[in-house]
């Protein structure tokens, strides 16, 4: 075996061991688009709407769509790591307002057609509502709470419908 430069080996064949390939190969392929709109009824009160479509091919449990807080799709109701999507297609309606210019109310409703990333397993329809709330605290702080329920849909494996998550983000340098 002799190493040629970093990483590659020759006569890896002759060991027993298939040749490494010179570039990994990506073999799944993913594709999304979302269209969004927010109306301002006043200075404080919003409404919105948005269509989301993700779909992909050769998808696995790496590659495939995985709704959370933090990740797109954003189905409002999924509790994060709960569900691997091959494909979903999602509406969602918005109302939020803000108080006394210091606190920021949200709630959320989103209807998803969704696939799962799991042989055998049939389409699915997803109804979920999230409720947020966000304000600034101590030391420059911003505080975000978000409480999701699933009003219909979450396969029956996952027991609770219910996800609560309070956030806190705080800069790094002043």
Known sequence: VFLRGPLRFSGLAALGMPELPEKPVKTYLRASGRLGKQFY???????????????????????????????????????????SLDKAAS??????????????????????????????????????????????????SYIQGVASFAVKGLPIEYKSRWSLYLLVFIPLSR
Do not use: H
Request: proline residues 6%; aromatic residues 20%; hydrophobic residues 35%.
């Open 91 to 140: 509406l969602g309606l918005n109302l939020g307002f803000t108080a006394f210019d210091l606190i920021r109310f949200d709630g959320f409703y989103n209807f998803a057609r969704c696939t799962e990333n799991m042989p055998g397993r049939l389409p699915f329809n997803f109804q979920g509502l999230e409720f947020d709330f966000g304000t600034i605290g101590p030391w420059r």
């Open 41 to 83: 009824l006043s200075s404080f009160v919003r409404f919105g709407v948005d269509l989301g479509y993700y779909t992909g091919q050769g998808l696995d449990r790496f590659s495939c769509y995985q709704p959370s807080v933090w990740s797109s799709p954003k189905i409002r109701g999924i509790p994060s790591g709960t569900v």
